[in-house]
């Protein structure tokens, strides 16, 4: 159960919150806004890219896709794929 303590503390870092300059959040630190995100180096994609490279632009569009819901009779578990 939670005491008057507890009920205190987070309503006081509630309000430290709420107080808190914007400028104690996160912000890019080139101050320029990003697309994207590489851990191994550039960028592959510019900001305006159309598609992927594995894409076919030409593809025919429609058709209709089947898609059976996952269940665990088929599968050991339903993590097994994470």
């Known amino acids: 159960m939670a005491s008057r303590r507890d009920f205190l503390a987070l309503g006081g870092a509630?309000?430290?919150?709420?107080?808190?300059p914007g400028r104690a959040f996160a912000t890019t630190a080139?101050?320029?806004?990003?697309?994207?995100l590489s851990a191994f180096g550039d960028l592959k994609y510019k900001p305006d890219f159309t598609h992927f490279?594995?894409?076919?632009?030409?593809?025919?569009?429609?058709?209709?896709?089947?898609?059976?819901p996952p269940n665990a009779t088929l599968n050991q578990s339903f993590l097994t794929f994470n």
């Open 30 to 36: 080139t101050g320029v806004k990003l697309h994207g």
């Open 53 to 68: 490279d594995y894409v076919n632009p030409d593809a025919p569009k429609g058709g209709q896709m089947n898609f059976a």
């Open 14 to 20: 509630a309000a430290a919150a709420a107080l808190l």
